[in-house]
């Protein structure tokens, strides 16, 4: 038992971490954004370099002892260079959030000129911070918004282009949280070029699948890429900001000073173990199988009488527009949730719900594929899902899925020995 101490000092903390990693061990975990990260990140985040105060950057520091987060924080640079071929990365962002708001600010100067942002639309799966009216992305900054189109649900690019045309945005940001397809981050390029502004991709749920080529890169085509750490990626809870050099210096003093004070080290020397595993072939074979998966999940849930939006997925994730079975996404979310099966509701394009009780619900592959379930489970899966969803009321039905669930789960330990 890893936690001895902690027991004795505060047995409450011990006790919800204990229940919240039985609660892991014993569901089927399929929020697209989480994932199980590894027992060597989670080691690293755990070690004494959370004592360190490093302020500044490697060999440029405002405290002094910096000699071996010193270490740390270099090696993390040089592997997520190495990782994702990027001429400049800083390690250092609390989260994706803190990575897109130190991004625009680096690109802009401060926000000092009235400057624009162009994102996807939240209600068709981009991010907060790409210009919604409730973030600081959206209130700093004017915003405007392109979204997918309503016969496929695919990123239409001429139509951003004239939006782009239109707006004359200083930034265009790429990428989503809720898109189940592949991103062209070159069309991306291209527009913001012709419009004379500068590209930011976010690439937080898909940077696993980009780091690994199973999907399209952004890097060659962004001034800035930001990125989580722990989706796809598998690592710490954390964000990175990968940028090309000419703008190194003002992506740096947007980070610290700018926007943080003193790093978080022991999440920067488990985004370095992230790393080091991200480049390996196990990881590779990893980002296959989560995509292999997804497609698996979603082809079980159509034999099975349940249509992912748009008809299927390319990516790790897939939205279900559950009214079409007589849900609504908070009840599906619920439902599931009874089963030991974690989901959350989240709008589908052109929704017609408000955003607290929309109609779909998005789920991924990440967590069950890290913990090495493979396509013959993803078809169970998707039939225990639709059996449920398709029959709410059946509390036989409720139970024998539920046990299913827990059989599933048990077959694959997740954290053995902690
Ligand atoms: C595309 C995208 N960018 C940024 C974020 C924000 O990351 P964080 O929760 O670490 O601030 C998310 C989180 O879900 C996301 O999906």
Redesign the pocket.
């Known amino acids: 038992m890893l936690w001895k101490e902690l027991e004795r000092i505060d047995p409450e903390i011990a006790s919800a971490a204990k229940k919240e990693l039985a609660r892991q061990r014993d569901g089927l975990e399929l929020i697209p ?1 989480e994932n199980f990260t590894y027992r060597a990140v989670l080691e690293a985040a755990s070690t004494v370099f959370t004592n360190k105060y490093a302020e500044g950057y490697p060999g440029k520091r405002y405290y002094g002892g910096c000699e071996f987060v010193d270490v740390v924080e270099s090696l993390a640079i040089e592997r997520a260079k190495k990782l994702f071929g990027a001429e400049h990365v800083n390690v250092q962002p ?7 708001m130190e991004a625009y600010m680096a690109l802009t100067d401060w926000l000092k000129k009235g400057d624009k942002i162009l994102g996807m639309n939240i209600f068709h799966g ?5 210009g919604h009216s409730v973030s600081f992305s959206g209130k700093l900054m004017k915003a405007s918004s392109y979204g997918v189109s309503k016969d496929d649900f695919h990123l239409d690019y001429d139509e951003i282009r004239k939006i782009a045309e239109r707006e004359k945005p200083t930034i265009i940001v790429s ?4 898109y189940p397809w592949e991103i062209d981050f070159k069309a991306f390029r291209e527009i913001a070029d012709a419009v004379g502004a500068f590209h930011v991709a ?4 898909i940077a696993g699948l980009v780091a690994t080529k199973n999907h399209k890169d952004s890097v060659p085509y962004t001034d800035i890429t ?3 750490t ?2 796809t990626l598998r690592g710490p ?3 990175i900001i990968l940028s090309k050099k000419e703008h190194s210096e003002a992506v740096d003093k947007a980070v610290f000073p700018g926007c943080q004070g003193g790093p978080l080290e022991h999440i920067i020397a488990a985004k370095a173990v992230c790393f080091k595993i991200a480049m390996t072939g196990e990881f590779s074979q990893y980002q296959r199988q989560i995509v292999k998966n997804a497609k698996a999940l979603a082809s079980s849930l159509i034999e099975n009488g349940i249509e992912p939006v748009g008809g299927g997925t390319e990516n790790h994730l897939m939205l279900i527009d559950v009214t079409k079975i007589g849900l609504t996404g908070s009840q599906a979310e619920k439902l599931l949730g009874e089963v030991n099966i974690t989901v959350n509701k989240n709008v589908i394009p052109y929704d017609q719900r408000k955003p607290f009780d929309p109609s779909g619900i998005r789920i991924g592959t990440p967590a069950i594929t890290a913990r090495g379930m493979g396509e013959s489970e993803m078809k169970h899966i998707g039939s225990l899902i639709s059996r449920l969803l398709k029959d709410p009321a059946n509390t036989q039905a409720k139970i024998h899925v539920k046990n299913e669930v827990l059989e599933v789960s048990r077959e694959f330990p997740l954290y053995e020995g902690i």
Do not use: E, Q, V
């Open positions: 954004s609390n989260s994706g959030s803190h990575a897109n981009g991010h907060l911070t790409h990428g989503a949280s809720a976010d690439i937080a749920h930001t990125t989580t722990h989706k809870r954390g964000a």
